[in-house]
């Protein structure tokens, strides 16, 4: 069992800059892609970013290319996802997840693909 907590969310204004921070209860090694996803009021969850166990490689939803950075460090326990130049249709609930992957390459775009999910962090942006 992976029990995941989110932290960094907040009140931010339209063009400014957040970083989430995804801390898992235990090491969960190269084997475990991992990524965010988020849900905004009255809308479907969707993907953010993923990246792999290695760390080597990352995936996002094209609304946040460019502005979204997903890392994770070291010992493998803890994702990030450093959020720029953000805009008011970024406001959404972000969710950390993870989940066992084929190799520690892969990554996954799909929700059915990760098992273990955060509580869950607020972030929004005003205009």
């Known amino acids: 069992q992976v029990q995941l907590v989110e932290s960094g969310g907040g009140l931010v204004q339209a063009g400014g800059s957040l970083r989430l921070s995804c801390a898992a209860s235990?090491?969960?090694?190269?084997?475990?892609?991992m990524g965010w996803f988020r849900q905004a009021p009255g809308k479907e969850r969707e993907f953010v970013a993923a990246?792999?166990?290695?760390?080597?490689?990352?995936a996002y939803v094209d609304s946040v290319k460019g502005r979204f950075t997903i890392s994770r460090d070291g010992t493998e326990n803890t994702v990030y996802l450093q959020m720029n130049s953000l805009k008011p249709e970024d406001t959404a609930v972000y969710y950390c997840?993870?989940?066992?992957?084929?190799?520690?390459?892969?990554?996954?775009?799909?929700?059915?693909?990760?098992?273990?999910w955060g509580q869950g962090t607020q972030v929004t942006v005003s205009s």
């Open positions: 990246i792999s166990g290695n760390g080597l490689n990352t």
């Open positions: 235990r090491r969960t090694g190269s084997r475990y892609a």
């Open positions: 997840v993870a989940g066992q992957s084929y190799s520690s390459s892969s990554y996954y775009s799909s929700s059915t693909s990760y098992i273990y």
